[in-house]
């Protein structure tokens, strides 16, 4: 995996509209599934950028252009949740789930769930 760079919120809201799309997508389709009311000229911007930073690609289907992911969105999760563990509980998991446990952000039932996936790790 390359050196990936971390991306802003606003731009990481669109490439998981792109990455769940599964597929080339054009802007008016983000537009449409977006949460936020932002001008097409914004999202224009934005999908510039994410080509500039190497996670877009972008060409031409007829008059429109298609967005593509040139970046895995596990790859890019797996190397920002390995960031935030390092910066935020110097790469402690027991830290991380113990203030996920202590906010009351993790069920009993997560903890079954964790507790079921280290034991087929093992």
Not at 22 to 44: A, H, N
Not at 54 to 78: C, I, M, P, S, W
Not at 107 to 113: I, M, V, Y
Request: aromatic letters at 10%; charged letters at 30%.
């Amino acid at each position: 995996m390359t050196d990936l760079q971390k991306i802003p919120d606003s731009e990481l809201e669109i490439m998981m509209i792109i990455w769940d799309a599964d597929e080339g997508v054009t802007s008016d389709y983000i537009m449409d599934r977006l949460d936020k009311t932002w001008q097409k000229t914004t999202v224009l911007n934005f999908l510039s950028r994410l080509g500039d930073r190497g996670f877009l690609t972008v060409h031409k289907q007829g008059r429109f252009n298609v967005y593509e992911a040139l970046v895995k969105k596990e790859d890019y999760l797996q190397k920002e949740s390995k960031t935030f563990l390092q910066r935020m509980h110097h790469n402690s998991l027991t830290s991380l789930v113990a203030s996920l446990y202590d906010g009351a952000g993790i069920s009993k039932e997560d903890l079954q769930e964790l507790k079921k996936f280290i034991e087929e790790a093992e």
